[in-house]
């Protein structure tokens, strides 16, 4: 993975346009903060955090399939019950599939 800077209306503008997604939760995940979400998905992932939302204990990122153009978006929501909510998104199944499992046990 390498990261893809973006901005919020750019993600949410690529959200609409990916077309492939699958979600999934991991309880008990050992990312508890905004803070330490962040420093996994730019260090363990290799993604560009797009933002931090402390509201609602959410983090959205973008990536690349490095050397490629296949473009990657991650939403994740920390819940209080110790569990991480995420939702993965690209152009393709197959890849959307191999990019949930990875973020999953990167951020497990």
Known sequence: MEPHPITTPQFGGL???LGCEQKSSVPG???R???ELQARVEGALGMHMVECIAKTSEGIAAGKLAGTS???LVHSKIRSSGALDLIVRTGNAAFT???LGFV????A
């Open 29 to 31: 995940a050992s990312v």
């Open 97 to 99: 599939a191999e990019l």
């Open 15 to 17: 959200w609409g346009q």
């Open 33 to 35: 903060s905004l803070a």
């Open 70 to 72: 296949e473009q990657c």
């Open 104 to 107: 999953a046990a990167k951020l």
